[in-house]
């Protein structure tokens, strides 16, 4: 078991998993929320847009915001340029975004099939070009070690994301209202981002030599992002030209992305990544791998068992949460989880911490190539379920190719990278707990909350009890055999 581990880590960013907890469990309610109160068409409708303005947001950030973790622990004295630079580019990138968005309209619309996006497509723009904006906000105030704000911020902005939101939806019922609201909130979040940019930090507030290193950093992380967005949202593009609105909602309820891989997963691998270049410039080699063993061990601890469950529960929880209408999700979402499987090795992160930049690259242009061959080839054979089964191949097949160039970053083997016992330790039972409890689902004749509960509370006793073996073998309780099974 890795809870000391994951104590430890969690103490040092406990302002920042904190606020990302409580972002996670308020953002959770937008989709669950608008699934109930819209319907699918305009559940579909909405999550169409959304999805266009993330895509374009992202194209455009090449990867500026991610040279701050980089630059600023490097270089404090000059941490206020850094971030100027940084809010500058993006905001200019947010208007040019947002131009775009707004002139295509009428060809978004038409690629996926769905006349109602019309009507939404300017606020939608405004949105993504505040939203690219502001994108500083909560980063700049991390990278500069300033956690316990960056945690305050996340709790702030998407407490007020989700009040707006579904505040726009209790009152209108109208994807138009939804998106307006959206934008006004971006805005008020980029208005922030510049009062701190200008006001906080120290140093001058725009340096040319320093901006042309920060470029230098960013272009190729950036190249990649340009094909690593893409493939990041390729399957919902693929999905959407070929199925209706409707049917779209369905395939977008099954992709739920669960906000526990956010709330930990981006914290600890940025963590990661302060700690590397900490051990760098102390010269210390192998501190820097056993920051990656830790965050791998932390995340699987959490990740493997959470993916075990949820394809136990899923036949019952899907219906239960957002309604009968969407029950069809449930082989799309059991598919889907497996990615969490994956989440748990930061192979980017180290890439990004050790500069890995030609690398990191050309596995993104792989990724998208082979993700636009397995989602098309799987939607074909198979359906919604087929093309999220080739989302999550392609996904697989290059974060094992990225964590062998990691492994190389940090000075040693695949093999030897990786904790095998710890993982070994956690996968078991996991699967165990998963089995038993989608069995005990399967058997129950009662109602779906009865049945979500029921198999909850039997994954949690196989699961724990397993955790018990393992903490008694690691303290010796089971004599030198058991001891050595568990590093």
Not at 7 to 22: D, F, K, Q
Not at 207 to 230: D, K, N, T, V
Not at 367 to 396: D, E, I, N, P, S
């Amino acid at each position: 078991m890795d809870a000391g581990g994951l104590r430890r880590w969690t103490r040092e960013a406990g302002p920042l998993v904190a606020g990302r907890a409580a972002s996670a469990a308020a953002g959770l309610l937008v989709p669950i929320v608008l699934a109930r109160l819209l319907v699918p068409d305009q559940y579909g409708s909405f999550k169409q847009l959304f999805l266009v303005a993330t895509t374009g947001a992202g194209l455009v950030q090449l990867g500026m915001y991610q040279s701050l973790y980089y630059f600023l622990p490097r270089e404090p004295e000059a941490g206020r340029a850094y971030l100027v630079h940084a809010t500058a580019y993006l905001a200019a990138a947010g208007l040019a975004v947002g131009t775009v968005l707004w002139a295509a309209g009428g060809p978004i619309a038409a690629l996926m099939h769905n006349p109602a996006l019309r009507p939404a497509v300017l606020p939608m723009a405004l949105y993504a070009a505040f939203w690219t904006a502001s994108v500083p906000l909560e980063h700049g105030l991390i990278a500069s070690g300033r956690i316990g704000r960056g945690g305050l911020a996340y709790v702030v902005s998407e407490s007020v994301r989700v009040g707006v939101q579904v505040g726009a939806a209790l009152a209108f019922r109208s994807v138009v209202a939804i998106l307006w609201a959206s934008a006004a909130f971006a805005f008020l979040r980029t208005a922030v981002t510049w009062a701190i940019a200008l006001s906080s930090l120290r140093g001058p507030l725009w340096e040319g030599g320093r901006l042309r290193s920060q470029w230098s950093y960013c272009l190729p992380f950036g190249a990649a992002a340009l094909l690593m967005i893409p493939q990041q949202s390729l399957h919902q593009y693929v999905v959407s030209a070929w199925a209706t609105p409707a049917e779209f909602a369905l395939y977008a309820i099954g992709c739920l992305q669960l906000p526990v891989v956010e709330l930990l997963y981006t914290p600890i691998s940025d963590l990661m990544i302060l700690r590397i270049g900490a051990a760098d410039r102390g010269g210390d080699a192998s501190a820097a791998r056993t920051s990656f063993r830790e965050a791998v061990g932390n995340l699987a601890w959490v990740f493997w068992p959470l993916a075990a469950e949820m394809w136990a529960v899923a036949p019952a929880a899907i219906p239960w949460v957002f309604t009968a209408r969407y029950a069809a999700a449930v082989p799309i979402f059991r598919v889907s989880i497996l990615s969490l499987v994956i989440a748990a090795f930061p192979v980017d992160g180290v890439l990004r911490a050790r500069a890995r930049k030609r690398f990191f690259f050309w596995a993104q242009v792989g990724k998208l190539a082979l993700t636009g061959v397995l989602v098309t080839a799987g939607l074909h054979l198979f359906g919604l379920r087929g093309a999220v089964g080739g989302q999550v191949g392609a996904q697989a097949i290059v974060a094992a190719a990225m964590l062998w160039e990691s492994a190389r970053a940090l000075g040693t083997s695949g093999a030897e990278l990786l904790p095998w016992r710890r993982l070994a330790a956690h996968a078991l039972p996991a699967a165990l707990a998963g089995v038993a409890a989608a069995a005990l689902r399967g058997r129950l004749a009662h109602a779906l909350p009865e049945q979500v509960v029921a198999a909850g509370l039997v994954f949690a006793v196989i699961w724990g009890a397993g955790q018990l073996v393992i903490w008694r073998g690691r303290r010796g309780a089971f004599g030198p055999a058991a001891t050595a099974a568990v590093p």
